[in-house]
């Protein structure tokens, strides 16, 4: 099953205009086809061969997930993706699914016109009441964000807004945080426990 078809219409779409905020919103769904649609050929493995328009910072995977490294870099007008593995992912099943076979996805998204990071963190729980995600309040070195663990949540499918099939489905833990420093949105994502995503978002220089 295709994750176009996993990631459809659970939770509002996101006003922030962070591209990808949430893998509960047609915001990340957009953006993960964009992912996939480059994924049969092999993406660059280092930032040092892609041009971003602002400093990328990295998390440091080992210890917390021995073994693990970059495998894969994307982006797109908005934002930039990085995929950390433990084996390679060129010529695979598909970068989105691989969330699912226990690679790590940081994005990363600069915003000069956001605020400070507590600020944008309420909103985002605002936005996000109701979903099925049982949402926290983190902390990130002295930033603000939001946290949840791996959830069960729908796969729907929908025509002309009428609700066509809908099965229960795992859905990835996440954690996410602004940094007031660089203006820069970074979030955490992987089927693993929210402290584990932590843990590693805690190593993202400040």
Known sequence: MSMNKKFILLAPVIVLALASTIFLTTTMAS???????????CLPTTLDSVTFKYPI????????????????????AA????????HPLCQVHGLPDELYRGSILVIAAYNPNMGDSAT???K???NLKGSTAKLQMIDVNGYKGIGWEPFQGADV?????????SKPIPMPGRVEFFNDHDKTWYSVSGMRSMNELLQIALTIPK
């Not at 934002?79 to 433990?86: A, E, G, Q, R, T």
């Open 57 to 76: 910072k990295q998390p440091v995977m080992d210890p917390i997930l021995t073994g693990y490294k970059l495998q894969a870099v994307d982006q797109n």
């Open 31 to 41: 953006k993960n086809d964009q992912v996939s649609a480059t994924s049969n050929a």
């Open 79 to 86: 934002d930039v993706f990085l995929w950390y593995s433990d």
């Open 157 to 165: 499918v929908k025509l002309n807004g009428t609700v066509l099939d």
């Open 120 to 122: 944008e963190a309420q």
């Open 124 to 126: 985002e729980l605002n």
